[in-house]
């Protein structure tokens, strides 16, 4: 072989691997692409459910004031009717 035939050989070695590492940085780099894009649709779920959650507290606290509510006015009739039938029987009482 001539040191030509040999030259050439051996630049073709040399760009045959380098494309080789240059495929494997490349697959590595779409597997990694791939994980950090899954990373971010995990994120954005993440973010969605703090949202959800943030909105259903904001809801039970809403109700929680209106049954609050409610039970301060049945309460209040509760009394109303109290002293309503006291008076009542006050009223329907014998005098002696």
Do not use: H
């Not at 080789?20 to 791939?34: D, M, P, R, S, Y």
């Not at 959800?52 to 301060?72: G, P, T, Y």
Request: aromatic content about 4%; charged content about 35%.
């Amino acid at each position: 072989m001539s040191d030509r035939a040999k030259s050439t050989m051996g630049t073709l070695a040399y760009y045959a691997a380098v494309v080789t590492v240059a495929i494997l940085l490349f697959t590595k780099a779409v597997g990694a692409g791939e994980i950090l894009s899954e990373i971010k649709g995990l994120r954005e779920d993440l973010n969605e459910i703090k949202t959800s959650i943030k909105d259903d507290r904001k809801e039970v606290k809403q109700v929680l004031a209106d049954i609050l509510s409610d039970n301060r006015k049945m309460e209040r009739r509760i009394e109303i009717l109290e002293l309503s039938g006291n008076r009542r029987l006050n009223s329907n009482e014998i005098p002696e």
